[in-house]
Structure formats: structure tokens, C-alpha cells
């Protein structure tokens, strides 16, 4: 695949850091943005910034109408059934923590178990230990292998041997790039009647999303992983299942009618929705989900899954690393200890060579745990980044060696 003419879409890859060509390697963290996404976000900013859902008059009917598009694409985008299926949040934490909250105050009681799987990020761990403190119910992990993938024998018989209500699991590993099984993981699911909430955080970048494939009950996003704004989100439930949440938060937008001795709740997604919502966050989200499928998401992920395999030879020649993850399916993510120099020295170094890297836990410790080590170097990939990238890496690994022999 030909990179350079959509790397020319993002600005902000075509910058020196320290004297050096950028290499951005910590698309696990944020993804840069196409020009595509600036100018639907500009172009609202500037010309239909207004209110959405409240005012008579034109530019907030505009706005309305491009909030309501935007919900439209997210849906088709993943394969929900309807837009309805749709609520916007503030990220992917927000929407793990909306279903936890909301679905877990509903549905959890003493006895009840939560499986969580052993790499999840802490955004779709914390808040259902926070569930299980309220109810009674018990967070019970499913264990991951040396290679980093869910041990799907202890998953089966996991869910045979407790009264589990949910699994929450995680679609692609930002720790470690693991892809895991998630269609078969919710039919086992099912099967033992529990439901399973998915963190897509990590997925829609890199490999195609079909919610109703997956038979997710929910399925929680983030847009700035996925070439999009930051602070907006969204989390996709099954209709049924959202029609029955209690609000997560309440207030403005969220009511039908209110006395001063009582509300009545509006129709989905409104209900779920409380105060003004990101309304350019959200048309961003939808111009990057765009942006992506013209793209085609499986061509860029072939691209990724190349360099993914040049890197890992390259960077396994260099004495003293480890990688952490060696999953048979895996997206752009190479996640290395180094022998001789704690990861922060790492990226430091690399950081002095333009290259940008994430080090520390990622925000998984109890898969740092699992593996023993406090923290890692992770090069994440995404769509634009090219084998320079990958040789500045090395380069600068190189260094590294060099200087802590
Ligand atoms: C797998 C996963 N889940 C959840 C999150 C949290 O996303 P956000 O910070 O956008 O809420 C992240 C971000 O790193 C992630 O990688």
C-alpha cells in the first residue's frame, strides 16, 4: 500500500520533534486527526455552532440535524439495528462506566458475577469492581496465557461454574495488541445466559466492526482512537437492553416532564444523554468513521499488520528485549521490555530522536502483573505510519542499547 498520499491528509504528522522527523508511534493513546475530521469540525464551529435539540430557529435546526446524521453514521458504521442504539458520551471510560453504573444498579445482587478478563483496561475493570461493591456481586478474572491471549478452556469453564450475569472484555489489547475471539466469546456467553460488554477502544481503527456479528449486548467506543476528536465517545446497547437502563446521569435533555415532586424520562437516546451533548466531538467522530470506511479498514490493517511484522523482527535482533504478547492475532501494537533500561529511560531516549512511544503499565496492571514486569515500551501503529517510522524506531532503540550496555 502507497502511504504518502494519505499521510499528506494529517497535518500534524509533518513536524520535527527535536531536530528529527516525527515518528508517531502512540496511536494506542491518541490517533492524529485527517484534514477531513479538522474541517467538519471547523466547519460546525464556525458556522452551525448552536444548541442542539431545543431551538425553532435555523442554525440550531442545522446543527440538530448534522448531531442526528453523525448518530446515524456511528450506527451504520458498526451494524447496530438503529440509531436509537446510540448514545453519545464523553469517551469510552464514560461509556463503560455508564453500563456498569446503570445496567449494573439494575441488574446485579448479592452472588452475582462479573467475569472480567485479566488484560482489560482499567476503564472496563475499576468501574465494575465499583458495581460489584454496591450490589453484593463478585468481579471474578479470566486468565490470559503466556502469549497473551484469553484462555478460552478457563473462560468456558468459568462460565459454567458461577451465576454470571456479564462479561466485560476487551476487543483489541491496547497493552499488548492481542485481537481477541469476542463473536465466540458472546456465544459462549449467551449459552451460560450472561450478557458481555465489549471495549471497542482499541478495535474500530484496526479491524472491522459488525455489532450485530459479534452479538455484543454493548459495545463501548472511543472517537479519538479512531482518527477522530477527543473527549467523544459512544456506547452502542442492544435496544432492548438500553430501553431498560435507569438514566446514568440526569437533568436537561434527559426529561419528558418534570413537577417539582417528579420526573418522567424521554425516549432513547435522549434519556441517556444529560446536559449538551459534544455536538463537534460527535460530527468528527462520524466524519473519522467516514474518513475510514473510504479507506477501507481492512487494506489499512494489512498495511499495519506488515509493519507490525518488521518491527517485531527488527526489534527482537537487539539484545535484551523482550516482547510481551505474541498472540496469533494481533493489532499494530509491539509492547518490549528492555534488559539493560526501564521503559521511561526508553522513550525518553526515543523522544530525543523525534520518536514517540508510551511507556508504563497502560493503564493494565493486572496484566503487567501477569506478565511480571512493572511497565513496557509500546510502538502502536495506525494507517499512516511507514517503514521510516518503524527504522527510526530501531535507530533509536539502538541508541538505547548503546547507551545503558
Ligand atoms: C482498551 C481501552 N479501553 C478504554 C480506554 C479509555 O478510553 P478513553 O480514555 O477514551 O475514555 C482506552 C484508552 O487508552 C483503551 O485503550
Not at 289 to 296: F, G, I, K, V
Request: proline residues 5%; negative net charge.
Amino acid at each position: 500500500m502507497t502511504v504518502a498520499p494519505l499521510r499528506n491528509e494529517f497535518p500534524a504528522l509533518d513536524q520535527e520533534v527535536n531536530g528529527r522527523r516525527l515518528a508517531y508511534l502512540d496511536n494506542a493513546a491518541t490517533t492524529q486527526r485527517p484534514e477531513a475530521v479538522i474541517q467538519a469540525v471547523e466547519a460546525f464551529t464556525r458556522y452551525d455552532n448552536a444548541n442542539v435539540h431545543r431551538g425553532v430557529h435555523t442554525v440550531s435546526q442545522r446543527a440538530t440535524d448534522k448531531f442526528d446524521a453523525a448518530r446515524a453514521t456511528v450506527a451504520r458504521a458498526i451494524g447496530a439495528s438503529r440509531p436509537e442504539e446510540i448514545v453519545f458520551t464523553k469517551g469510552c471510560t464514560e461509556a463503560l462506566n455508564l453500563v456498569a453504573s446503570s445496567w449494573g444498579r439494575a441488574n446485579l445482587s448479592e452472588g452475582d458475577v462479573v467475569l472480567v478478563s485479566t488484560m482489560e483496561h482499567h476503564s472496563n475493570l475499576v468501574p465494575w469492581q465499583q458495581a460489584a461493591t454496591l450490589s453484593g456481586a463478585k468481579v471474578v478474572p479470566i486468565p490470559v496465557t503466556d502469549s497473551g491471549e484469553i484462555d478460552l478452556d478457563d473462560y468456558v469453564r468459568l462460565l459454567a461454574s458461577h451465576p454470571v450475569k456479564m462479561v466485560a472484555v476487551k476487543h483489541v489489547c491496547n497493552a499488548i495488541g492481542t485481537v481477541n475471539p469476542v463473536g465466540d466469546m458472546v456465544s459462549e456467553a449467551h449459552r451460560a445466559g450472561a450478557l458481555v460488554t465489549v471495549d471497542g477502544a482499541q478495535a474500530l481503527a484496526h479491524v472491522r466492526v459488525d455489532v450485530s456479528s459479534i452479538g455484543a449486548d454493548f459495545y463501548a467506543m472511543a472517537s479519538h482512537k479512531v482518527y477522530g476528536p477527543m473527549g467523544t465517545g459512544a456506547l452502542y446497547g442492544r435496544f432492548d437492553l438500553l430501553d431498560r437502563l435507569p438514566p446514568y446521569q440526569t437533568g436537561g435533555g434527559t426529561i419528558r416532564s418534570v413537577t417539582m415532586e417528579e420526573t418522567t424520562f424521554a425516549e432513547l437516546p435522549d434519556r441517556l444523554e444529560a446536559g449538551t451533548p459534544n455536538v463537534p466531538g460527535a460530527i468528527g467522530f462520524a466524519a473519522a468513521l467516514d474518513w475510514l470506511e473510504r479507506h477501507d479498514v481492512e487494506s489499512l490493517a494489512r498495511h499495519e499488520s506488515d509493519l507490525l511484522r518488521t518491527a517485531t523482527e527488527a526489534v527482537t535482533r537487539i539484545p535484551g528485549i523482550t516482547v510481551i504478547g505474541q498472540a496469533a492475532r494481533k493489532a499494530g501494537i509491539l509492547s518490549f521490555t528492555m534488559e539493560a533500561a526501564h521503559p521511561h529511560d526508553v522513550g525518553t531516549v526515543l523522544d530525543s530522536e523525534g520518536v514517540a512511544v508510551r511507556t508504563g503499565h497502560h493503564c493494565c496492571q493486572p496484566l503487567m502483573r501477569r506478565f511480571g514486569v512493572p511497565a513496557t515500551t509500546r510502538a502502536s501503529l495506525a494507517a499512516y505510519n511507514t517503514e521510516d517510522d518503524v527504522e527510526a524506531l530501531v535507530r533509536g532503540l539502538d541508541k538505547v542499547a548503546r547507551l545503558f550496555a
